[in-house]
């Protein structure tokens, strides 16, 4: 079982910034895909990125692609997104996620552990 928290969630400014992070336990925390998902209220779940175990590869949704940087910290058990240049179509609950997979994907149905999500409000 792995055990995931997130946190770094709150209230911003639109162009602001916020960097979540997602602090994971109870197993290998290397040998996972982890990713990051979003859901808005009436909204379906949203893939934002995902990151390869060994940090070499990333992949981004078409909605965050050059304002959001998925990140981890193997070392620490962690893994961060930093988002830039907020908007108010950012405001969302945000979940990691992750997977024991040979390679990245952004399927939300494919992963296997889950967070209780961290909330982030982008005000205009």
């Known amino acids: 079982q792995v055990r995931m928290v997130e946190s770094g969630g709150g209230l911003v400014q639109a162009g602001g910034s916020l960097k979540l992070s997602c602090a994971a336990s109870?197993?290998?925390?290397?040998?996972?895909?982890m990713g990051w998902f979003r859901q808005a209220p009436g909204k379906e779940r949203e893939f934002v990125a995902a990151i390869s175990q060994s940090d070499t590869s990333t992949i981004y949704g078409d909605s965050v692609g050059g304002r959001f940087t998925i990140s981890r910290d193997n070392a620490k058990n962690t893994v961060y997104l930093q988002m830039n240049t907020l908007k108010p179509e950012d405001t969302a609950v945000y979940y990691c996620a992750g997977v024991f997979s040979y390679g990245l994907t952004y399927r939300a149905s494919e992963y296997n552990y889950w967070g209780q999500g961290t909330q982030v409000t982008v005000s205009s």
């Open positions: 109870g197993r290998t925390f290397s040998n996972y895909v």
